[in-house]
């Protein structure tokens, strides 16, 4: 029997899906499907070699990194309603009775804000592995505002200001994937998007994979996210 | 005994090119006279006009004046983004507005008066211009609907600086424009600069004379008395000369006659209305007396030193309290408390995702 390939599982807080979706695999081993402190970067955006040493530099690298930013942003509302207009979404249009944001304007907003932690450091770990290195999606929104609002968690003060229509919330959602995506194509990474069975017509979340809180996936979406990172490393 | 007696005795120093201030020490010219208002530090002052003017908002608001901003970017952005997408340049995002018909066409616009043919200039990589303001969005809107949507709060920050404004600076900046032949909008840039394709069947070329100038003024003026009927205006005109030219004619000639022009037409509008002044800043950077030192090596761009020299002695007619003692500055804009509140929260909510996702 052939040796299993190791996979170095990098990320935040949706690494958990992963682990406890996790099922054995003939094919690979994921090592370390638990999030990363929070120093494991320095300020360039650079894995320390602290770090890196906890590694197999020949293993594969699936980054699973900062997925929450569209969440911070857009979750719940700000005291100036927003909105804006998202060409490459599956939802086009805006509420005008918001104030509009230029799509240009939010998308380098996005860029700046996710450059270091997330762009910067992907295309770092591309360079220090020297297998693939794959970048999965964030989990897609939850729709639903009933269930934020009975998983809140820490947004629990925070509701009295409402939670942003689902809409925004998507295409948001859809901002963050592109700009990430985009990344990827241009620096030899893989991009997985959201496995396609884990979502409605719509883009967002079926409910059989919510975790009991706004914004992450459950296990069943993880077990999906092992099969596509397999498939995908088996190309 | 005979006594000499002329209508020059007895008349100030200023008026007399040995004597005036600047004859002496470049420093020491101020070339105005009599003001006929003044701007206490609450007076919300708009501006608009060439990019001169520019200039002219940034230190207004460096000297503790209330540089009165309509058109700000939504509260989470950055200040380095708002500045790239142009939020803050002047009191609304309209940009550079060179000429008195672009000044008169954008209020008559944004009060539903005029409505231009041309509403979209595509890129050439996909996405849009707005033709009266074709650099104020870095890479364009994405699509007409969103184009719509600016322009549509755009024109309500308009409104809202022309009925809410105590004091309105406006900089003259060119007589040669682009018009579409069509129904006379005047845009900015040339199409086909900035987005757009220049047709020779829709665009021309026109070159406002001095008579067309002060009616667009006096129009827009009017306008703006309308709404806002204690409004006071300072008028000025660019010393920058222009970039291209027209014209099949050097373009210092060009320079010359359009800045002629705009002299001669801020004289006549600040002496038709009541509480408008002509501010020389112009005269300022271009007098004899500096020997062109506040222009650039280019001989075009306008110096810091000689910005500074025009607003010093702005300040001092126009200022009432000490430039840096303004005690009714707002304070700058708080830097926006809920992004960072919510990616504290998110970071709190993504630790504890590793011990309550039972899921």
């Known amino acids: 029997m052939a040796e299993r390939a190791s996979v170095a599982v990098i990320g935040q807080s949706h690494i958990y899906a992963l682990q406890r979706g996790m099922q054995p695999d003939e094919r690979f081993s994921f090592t370390n499907v638990t999030q990363v402190s929070p120093d494991w970067l320095n300020e360039d955006g650079m894995p320390t070699p602290d770090f890196l040493a906890n590694y197999d530099a020949n293993a594969h690298c699936v980054a699973m990194l900062a997925g929450n930013f569209h969440i911070a942003i857009g979750l719940i509302e700000h005291d100036v309603r927003w909105d804006f207009f998202c060409d490459k979404s599956t939802i086009e249009t805006a509420d005008l009775s918001r104030r509009i944001i230029p799509f240009g304007l939010l998308y380098k907003f996005f860029q700046v804000s996710l450059n270091v932690r997330v762009l910067t450091a992907a295309t770092n770990l591309r360079q220090s592995f020297k297998g693939r290195t794959v970048f999965v999606a964030t989990p897609p929104i939850i729709a639903t505002p009933e269930h934020v609002r009975k998983f809140p968690n820490m947004f629990k003060d925070k509701l009295e200001n409402g939670i942003a229509p689902a809409s925004i919330r998507k295409k948001l959602f859809d901002l963050h994937s592109r700009i990430i995506s985009e990344h990827c194509e241009k620096n030899d990474i893989i991009y997985l998007p959201p496995p396609p069975e884990s979502v409605d017509g719509s883009g967002c979340l079926l409910k059989k994979y919510w975790a009991n809180d706004p914004s992450h996936a459950n296990a069943a979406y993880g077990a999906l996210l092992q099969a596509q990172i397999a498939k995908a490393l088996s190309l | ?359």
Not at chain 2, 32 to 46: E, G, L, W, Y
Not at chain 2, 242 to 250: D, G, Q, S, V
Not at chain 2, 254 to 260: F, V
Not at chain 2, 313 to 320: Q, S
């Open chain 2, 1 to 359: 005994m005979s006594t000499r007696k002329h209508p020059y005795i007895g008349k100030p120093d200023q008026q007399f090119w040995k004597s005036a201030s600047g004859a002496r020490g470049f420093a020491a010219l101020d070339p105005v006279s009599t003001p006929s208002f003044r701007i206490a530090p609450q007076d919300r002052v708009v501006t608009a006009g060439s990019c001169f003017a520019q200039h002219v908002a940034r230190h207004l608001v460096q000297a503790g004046f209330r540089h009165h901003v309509t058109e700000s970017a939504h509260p989470l952005i950055r200040k380095a983004d708002r500045d790239l997408f142009n939020y803050g340049v002047f009191s609304a995002r309209y940009g550079n507005l060179y000429t008195a018909r672009q000044l008169l066409q954008l209020l008559q616009r944004a009060y539903g008066q005029f409505v231009p043919q041309e509403t979209a200039w595509p890129l050439a990589g996909g996405g849009v211009v707005d033709p009266f303001r074709p650099q104020i969005q870095p890479g364009g809107f994405i699509h007409a609907e969103e184009l719509a949507a600016d322009r549509a709060q755009h024109f309500a920050a308009v409104r809202r600086a022309i009925e809410e404004l105590d004091v309105f600076v406006f900089t003259l900046g060119l007589t040669e424009a682009w018009i579409d032949r069509r129904d006379g909008a005047v845009f900015p840039l040339a199409p086909g600069v900035a987005g757009g394709s220049f047709d020779d069947s829709i665009h021309g070329f026109h070159n406002f004379d001095v008579a067309e100038t002060v009616a667009d003024m006096n129009a827009a003026f009017a306008m703006i008395r309308e709404r806002n009927p204690a409004a006071r205006f300072l008028v000025t005109v660019s010393p920058v000369p222009l970039n291209a030219t027209a014209l099949p004619r050097h373009i210092w000639v060009s320079t010359t006659y359009s800045k002629a022009v705009l002299r001669v037409a801020a004289e006549q509008i600040c002496a038709a209305w009541p509480a408008t002044d002509y501010f020389p800043s112009y005269e300022i950077i271009t007098s004899p007396h500096v020997r062109g030192r506040y222009f650039a090596a280019d001989g075009r761009e306008v110096m810091e030193a000689g910005v500074e020299h025009v607003m010093r002695t702005f300040l001092h007619h126009y200022g009432t309290a000490p430039a840096s003692a303004s005690a009714a500055e707002p304070p700058p804009a708080p830097e926006d408390t809920h992004l960072a509140e919510m990616e504290r929260i998110v970071k709190v909510l993504c630790d504890e995702e590793a011990i309550s996702n039972s899921a």
